[in-house]
């Protein structure tokens, strides 16, 4: 039908994309069982393993998509303006609606904490290698999973915006709860989920939300190296 809201057909390759996404730190069993790692080399190469993790569901991806991804590729040629205009915009304001609800949430709500955001920072802390796991694989592959296979099941556009958006941001916090006070943070996520969402909608090519995606995160990531360099200083 072609006013369907939802491809119900393309269901169960999104529940297994998004399985793949969760137990796909099961990837680094590899490199543990190769290497006979003990606990100890475990917490100091946890990075490295992350990153092995990483590369091997974005390969998985990859190959998935691998038709789509090459006709988007080729959409960018002669638009790359107009991709990086609509990108940048929604972007901007999906910044903005997240800087001003977690300012609100700061002020008035402050039984909530950003969970997701201490363990982020626990990790960019770790190494300089963070660039890496955070700021390129980490959104390659959520906009995959959240944008690319999402689009795909929820065909009505306010549906899959709010539908990615919402779940990418309620996911970042559920996975580090530690109190029902904290959900109030799936606000200033989704914020930019909604925006990633929107600006791969209004363009239709998964490299807008992807493009923007890398840029916030390494730009979040670097900042937050150079200022705890600064403080080591």
Same mark, same amino acid.
């Given at each position: 039908?072609?006013?369907?809201?939802?491809?119900?057909?393309?269901?169960?390759?999104?529940?297994?994309?998004?399985?793949?996404?969760?137990?796909?730190? /099961?990837?680094? /069993?590899?490199?543990?069982?190769?290497?006979?790692?003990?606990?100890?080399?475990?917490?100091?190469?946890?990075?490295?393993?992350?990153?092995?993790?990483?590369?091997?569901?974005?390969?998985?991806?990859?190959?998935?998509?691998?038709?789509?991804?090459?006709?988007?590729?080729?959409?960018?040629?002669?638009?790359?303006?107009?991709?990086?205009?609509?990108?940048?915009?929604?972007?901007?304001?999906? /910044?903005?609606?997240?800087?001003?609800?977690?300012?609100?949430?700061? /002020?008035?709500?402050?039984?909530?904490?950003?969970?997701?955001?201490?363990?982020?920072?626990?990790?960019?802390?770790?190494?300089?290698?963070?660039?890496?796991?955070?700021?390129?694989?980490?959104?390659?592959?959520?906009?995959?999973?959240?944008?690319?296979?999402?689009?795909?099941?929820?065909?009505?556009?306010?549906?899959?915006?709010?539908?990615?958006?919402?779940?990418?941001?309620?996911?970042?916090?559920?996975?580090?709860?530690?109190?029902?006070?904290?959900?109030?943070?799936?606000?200033?996520?989704?914020?930019?989920?909604?925006?990633?969402?929107?600006?791969?909608?209004?363009?239709?090519?998964?490299?807008?939300?992807?493009?923007?995606?890398?840029?916030?995160?390494?730009?979040?990531?670097?900042?937050?190296?150079?200022?705890?360099?600064?403080?080591?200083?």
């Amino acid at each position: 039908m072609k006013n369907q809201m939802i491809n119900f057909k393309k269901l169960p390759k999104l529940l297994g994309i998004v399985l793949l996404f969760f137990f796909s730190s /099961l990837f680094q /069993l590899i490199p543990i069982y190769l290497f006979h790692m003990s606990l100890e080399q475990i917490n100091m190469n946890q990075l490295w393993l992350t990153i092995f993790s990483n590369m091997i569901l974005l390969i998985i991806l990859i190959i998935i998509y691998w038709k789509s991804l090459k006709e988007d590729l080729k959409k960018i040629k002669g638009n790359l303006y107009s991709i990086l205009d609509s990108g940048i915009k929604y972007w901007l304001i999906g /910044l903005a609606v997240m800087a001003i609800s977690n300012i609100i949430i700061g /002020l008035f709500i402050t039984q909530a904490q950003a969970g997701n955001e201490e363990s982020v920072q626990e990790m960019i802390h770790s190494s300089a290698l963070s660039i890496i796991a955070i700021g390129i694989l980490a959104p390659i592959i959520e906009e995959l999973v959240f944008r690319k296979s999402f689009r795909e099941v929820f065909q009505n556009k306010t549906l899959f915006v709010l539908a990615s958006g919402l779940i990418f941001g309620g996911l970042h916090v559920v996975l580090s709860l530690n109190s029902y006070w904290d959900l109030f943070y799936i606000i200033p996520y989704s914020s930019l989920g909604i925006a990633f969402g929107y600006m791969y909608q209004k363009t239709d090519n998964i490299y807008t939300s992807i493009i923007m995606h890398i840029f916030h995160n390494t730009v979040l990531t670097t900042l937050s190296l150079m200022a705890g360099a600064m403080i080591l200083l």
